[in-house]
Nanobody, 115 residues
Framework: QVQLVELGGGLVQPGGSLRLSCAVS????????MAWHRQAPGKERELVAV???????MYADSVKGRFTISRDNAKNTGYLQMNSLKTGDTAVYCC?????????WGQGTQVSVSS
């Protein structure tokens, strides 16, 4: 069973930065897609960023230019660098790893942006 553990969440002021990590229990060489989603209270889950095995990336319009997704296959870890954070970025952030055999999710990490 593949397990994902997100770390790096916390409380930050508007304009600040956080770096989330997603540690995968198995190798991510065969992960086709790694993605970060977020869900704020009372809102639907939102796809934030995607990185494919080719290295190509995609971002939601709301985070484009501020967030950067990456993956380190040697460390079996994915990352989400979040800069210029806004109060609207407050949410639980979850990572997802999609293999050919199925997708796995982490439990999530809380990101709170507040002054």
């Amino acid at each position: 069973q593949v397990q994902l553990v997100e770390l790096g969440g916390g409380l930050v002021q508007p304009g600040g930065s956080l770096r989330l990590s997603c540690a995968v229990s198995g190798s991510i060489f065969s992960v086709n897609v790694m993605a970060w989603h977020r869900q704020a209270p009372g809102k639907e889950r939102e796809l934030v960023a995607v990185i494919r095995s080719s290295g190509s990336t995609m971002y939601a319009d709301s985070v484009k230019g501020r967030f950067t997704i990456s993956r380190d296959n040697a460390k079996n870890t994915g990352y989400l660098q979040m800069n210029s954070l806004k109060t609207g970025d407050t949410a639980v952030y979850c990572c997802c790893a999609a293999y050919a055999r199925g997708a796995y999710w982490g439990q999530g990490t809380q990101v709170s942006v507040s002054s």
